[in-house]
């Protein structure tokens, strides 16, 4: 197949760790390079925010980025890109004209507005994977969603009007009937991890020493909804252990950070600033060797529309601390591979902390079922068998009779 995936915002390329650029940009590069490595023909299509950058850029893999002239050649908050997308989707347009894909996957709200306006002239079926819904971001944010107000009026008309909702969990199912989308048109599959990557007894030198007997980690993007500040209140009823955060800005810039300000004031105010450590970016190849250093991962955001970092914990056979919040509910296997605790919740969370630190054998055991669990159902390869059927499905469905025949 020739498959185009539209991602606006979240380029295979970028950097991981900055405000916009986390579990989206590892799942177009990875689902990228599977599909390609299987022989079809994929080319990612990002909004060009950089002068220099090549129109073109061929990965290993066989895929290819194209960078789409949108606006200004330089980086722009996401959510301010919306109108710059009428822009994005005529390029499209233009490029499908000439070399017509068989399936689009569109990658972000934005990107399928601007994939429906490509696609739509030629008939190409549309996938969408939102990522992220709005009405999901506006309940648990308020005031603090910087979303357009647009969003939940058009993320509704894409998910009737596209092909296929591709979901990334069960809760997201949900969701979407109740803007109007039938189960009948969502197919559900989840994200994937590289677990030849996240492993157990990775290598790594750059692993700080332990400043406590036990460590507990958290890691993403440092934004407020990760919830880091959740795991900081909790771990004030964890005695003997540390909390070590990794992501966001490099180390030597963290003290201009608003969210690594916020965090460090609130260990402060919390008596627990000298068992909190904010290493600020780490480098993807030495996160496996991270993770493996710690006795249990956390994972406590207020809401998570999936979640990739308990994927990659539970891949290296760490347990998870996870809040029972959207993807969550899939991935993390309560009293099997971690434990599921209410949002918002820090003693929640330190209550399960301080039982499992206190149950190496326990940890053990969900180690490794953890690992299991991931090589049984959360693979890369796993994934783009889902999402290849759901794309040959679509396509099957577009074409007319004499075609499938």
């Known amino acids: 197949m020739r498959i185009a995936m ?12 900055g405000v916009d650029a986390g579990g989206q940009n590892v799942y177009v590069a990875r689902l990228g390079e599977e599909l ?64 017509r894909p068989d399936v689009v996957h569109a990658h972000f709200w934005m990107s399928g507005l601007a994939s429906q306006l490509g696609a739509r002239p030629y008939g190409i079926p549309v996938v969408q994977t939102f990522h992220a819904l709005g009405t999901v971001k506006r309940r648990h944010q308020g005031w603090r969603d910087t979303s357009p107000p647009e969003r939940l009026r058009v993320e509704r008309r894409i998910g009737r009007t596209c092909a296929r909702v591709l979901a990334t ?25 590289d677990a030849g990557h996240f492993r157990p007894g990775a290598d790594g030198t750059a692993v700080p020493p332990r ?9 993403g993007r440092l934004v407020r909804r990760k919830g880091y500040d959740q795991a900081i209140r909790a771990l004030a009823s964890v005695p003997d252990a540390e ?15 608003p969210e690594a300000r916020r965090l460090w004031h609130l260990a402060h105010r919390a008596g627990v600033a000298g068992r909190v450590r904010l290493l600020g970016a780490v480098d993807p190849a030495g996160m496996p060797a991270l993770m493996g250093s710690a ?14 970092v308990p994927l990659e914990a539970m891949a290296c056979g760490v347990p998870v601390v996870a809040t029972d919040v959207g993807g969550h509910r899939d991935s993390v296997a309560h009293g099997t591979t971690g434990r599921l605790v209410p949002p918002g919740d820090p003693g929640a969370v330190a209550a399960a902390v ?15 079922a953890g690992r299991e669990r991931v090589l049984a159902h959360y693979t890369w390869s796993r994934v783009a068998d889902g999402v290849e059927d759901v794309h040959r499905q679509v396509l099957t469905a577009s074409a007319s009779p004499k075609e499938v025949a």
């Open 211 to 219: 400043r406590a007997r036990h460590r507990l980690l958290a890691c």
């Open 36 to 99: 390609a490595r299987r022989g079809h023909h994929v080319t990612v299509y990002t909004r060009r925010d950089a002068a220099d950058l090549p129109d073109r850029v061929p990965l290993p893999c066989g895929a290819v980025v194209e960078h789409v002239p949108a606006g200004p050649p330089e980086a722009v908050p996401k959510d301010e890109l919306l109108p710059h997308m009428s822009a994005f989707g005529a390029h499209l347009a233009r490029a499908w004209g000439r070399d």
């Open 169 to 193: 969990c069960t809760d997201e199912v949900g969701e979407l009937a109740a803007m109007g989308v039938p189960g009948r048109r969502v197919s559900v599959v989840p994200c994937g991890v």
């Open 295 to 308: 006795d249990l991962v956390l994972c406590t955001p207020d809401y998570e529309p999936f979640g990739i």
């Open 354 to 368: 301080r039982e499992l630190l206190a149950a190496d054998d326990v940890r053990r055991r969900y180690g490794t």
């Open 243 to 257: 909390l070590v955060v990794a992501g966001g800005p490099a180390a030597g810039q963290l003290r201009r950070d």
């Open 6 to 17: 539209v991602s606006e915002h979240a380029s295979p390329l970028a950097a991981l760790g």
